[in-house]
């Protein structure tokens, strides 16, 4: 288990949620998107975003700091 000041665990938590807010407004608009190159914009965002949601989720986990589930 690896030890995380109080600063670090804070940071850990702001940049996931400020990731999975993004994430769900992202995937709120991307139906309202008609212009084709915006839309592909924003598919490619919904992918890197998920993608280090992903990667904060495995940080905690291997680091046995909490267990929780993947982005769906």
Known sequence: ???LTPGEMLTLR???TMETTGLVSLK??????SDQK???SCD??????????RSIQQFL????????GEVQ
Do not use: C, F, H, Y
């Not at 709120?28 to 998107?33: D, Y």
């Not at 490619?44 to 949601?53: D, V």
């Not at 986990?61 to 929780?68: D, G, L």
């Open 1 to 3: 288990m690896r030890d």
């Open 14 to 16: 702001e940049m996931l």
């Open 28 to 33: 709120t608009m991307q139906p309202l998107i």
């Open 38 to 40: 915006l839309k592909t």
């Open 44 to 53: 490619a965002e919904i992918q890197a975003t998920e993608g280090r949601i």
């Open 61 to 68: 986990q291997e680091n046995q700091i909490v267990s929780m």
